[in-house]
């Protein structure tokens, strides 16, 4: 939970730009503060501060999924306008029918196998066949390569996730109070931001959380 909500307050410090306007508190000293009470109950109650690695390698995996999506959604449109079709097919064969559905509710699982079963299924043939269409072959490899790093991310943060401790009495209040003010952030930047889907994701809590652990529910 304070890792979802230490990721919330780093998209609240980068979008002050646009919020300074609809708080007179949030500010860039506000958010500091926030950030370094999040800081302090992951230092003071789940002894992450020997293993950063959890955090930052949490933030590295939402920003890849991000760009992992963003990739296989341009890609597939593409497909669809070039093998109008056989588009179909050729998605189905990359895997995107399988774990399309799954990897939007944040199973890590789920993209991992979609970007292996891509590699597999996109020959050299089919890849030409592609590129001759007019995508750019840059994509497609960049697609391919991120199977590596998103393996190796999530191994990494899963070994992290057992150094947590369980949590005492004391820090469930102030957990729970961290998570009452980012759900109230949510609530004004998600009216604010009502007409920019993307945006009130970046700062929905049940949404972060999926993505950094929503492959466990389907285990």
């Known amino acids: 939970m304070l890792l979802a909500s230490k990721i919330i307050t780093q998209t609240l410090a980068g979008?002050?730009?646009?919020?300074a306007i609809v708080r007179n508190n949030w500010t860039e000293t506000n958010v500091t503060e926030l950030s370094v009470k999040i800081d302090d109950g992951i230092k003071n109650y789940l002894d992450l501060d020997k293993n950063k690695e959890l955090r930052d390698i949490t933030g590295k995996l939402a920003s890849l999924q991000y760009l992992v999506l963003k990739d296989l959604s341009l890609l597939?449109?593409?497909?669809?306008?070039?093998?109008?079709?056989e588009s179909k097919e050729i998605v189905k064969k990359m895997g995107y029918d399988k774990n399309l559905?799954?990897?939007?509710?944040?199973?890590?699982?789920?993209?991992?196998?979609?970007i292996s079963?891509?590699?597999?299924?996109?020959?050299?043939?089919?890849?030409?066949?592609?590129?001759?269409k007019g995508t750019n072959i840059a994509l497609i490899d960049r697609i391919i390569g991120y199977a590596y790093q998103l393996k190796e991310?999530?191994?990494?943060?899963?070994?992290?996730?057992?150094t947590c401790k369980t949590l005492s009495e004391k820090a469930v209040t102030v957990f729970n109070g961290i998570h009452e003010e980012i759900i109230g952030v949510y609530k004004i930047v998600s009216?604010?931001?009502?007409?920019?889907?993307?945006?009130?994701?970046?700062?929905?809590f049940s949404n972060v959380v999926a993505s950094m652990n929503g492959h466990k529910k389907n285990r």
């Open 101 to 114: 559905y799954r990897i939007q509710k944040g199973d890590w699982e789920a993209l991992i196998q979609l």
């Open 153 to 162: 991310a999530n191994i990494t943060q899963e070994t992290l996730k057992e």
């Open 15 to 19: 979008n002050l730009s646009d919020l």
């Open 76 to 85: 597939k449109a593409q497909l669809e306008a070039d093998f109008v079709k």
């Open 117 to 132: 079963t891509f590699k597999k299924g996109i020959s050299e043939g089919l890849k030409k066949q592609i590129v001759e």
């Open 191 to 204: 009216n604010f931001y009502w007409y920019d889907e993307l945006k009130r994701e970046q700062f929905t």
